[in-house]
């Protein structure tokens, strides 16, 4: 029986291993965390990783997760609606095979299911060493403990800690997009009914997802000059940032702690040359980090582990089956990248002009005429599986 180390247990990390642990290996995943995560913004799931989860027989559990919002509402500074996106419209676009969720509800769901198949998760551990040896790789632990396994998976994100093993520092590799982002959730204000309100100006944006009837997410997505943006200083940088911003923007972030904040960072894209040495391999956002704003990484990620744990068990030679997952899939992750560069002006438009021209592009898209062709546009390459 192979045995197999995953590195990180994200949506490419558990998905991967849930499909390796049903072909019959035996799989432990670390995750540095110390506990299950609860925290994360709002994704969609269509296109691939949606044709993934029916495989996988979990799309039933994704589709119990269900929150207020009924449509998107891009408002302006009073909080008044200029133009509706109606989600039955979207979810028609895409043929009913769209979802939104919390990302901590695709983690439960893949937790739930990698127990069934008896995969081993330890949180509160990492990797501090990787000895890739003919026939295996030999690791060492944070806590000084040592193993060896058939292969090693780094599936640990965009500031991936094998990736930094196995190739180098990650400045190599990073194209900074120039915006920063912060997710938390907070008390849900009365201003935020059942829609996901969308308020923007130059250079800065917030959407707020409605939750629970006292619960809402919030998202913060603005033009950024630093190249990290750290737990210490995130408020500072938003209190700033909107500082004269309208609407309720400064009123929520008041009321912001670190005990709240699920998510800070500046959006990075990750391109590498290559994405194995010997018997370690990396995916999902550790290899091809699309950012956020191309609102499919969480799909690009269940794709990747899919097509990487079939080629593991079409090919006896690891390296082949590295080789083979990387050339099937890395000239569309180009083309998804240069494609959220290109809508990067959609989500933080740089001037007055260029926000009623998204307005305007955004109607259209969205109209009933449209909306199938803006649906397969964000889909993509649908893989064969």
Known sequence: MKRVLISGAGVAGLTLACCLADFGWRVEVIEKAREERSTGYMITLFGNGWKIAEKMKIIDSIRKYCYPAQDFQYVNGLGKSFFVVNLDLVRKGFEQEYTYLRRPDLWHVLFERSKELSVYVKHNAQLVKINDMTGGVQVFFQNGETDSYDLVIGADGVHSGVRKLLFGDEHQFSRYLGYGIVAFQTTRREEIDDSVKIYQESGRSAVYYPVSEKVMDCVFLFSCNADRIYKENYKAILLETYADSEWINQAVLQNLSNQNVDFFDVLKQIEMPRWSRGRVCLIGDACACLSPLAGQGASMGMLE?????????????????????????????????????????????????????????????????????????????????
């Open 305 to 385: 582990a899919y097509i990487l744990s079939n080629e593991l068990k079409r090919n006896a030679l690891v390296e082949k089956a590295f080789e083979r997952y990387e050339s099937l899939l890395k000239m569309d992750i180009i083309r998804r990248q240069t494609q959220a560069r290109r809508l990067a002006g959609r989500f933080v438009p740089e001037s007055t002009r260029e926000m009623i021209w998204n307005r305007w592009v955004t109607r259209l898209q969205f109209s009933p005429l449209l909306v199938h062709r803006t649906a397969n546009f964000f889909k993509g390459k649908i893989f064969q599986i």
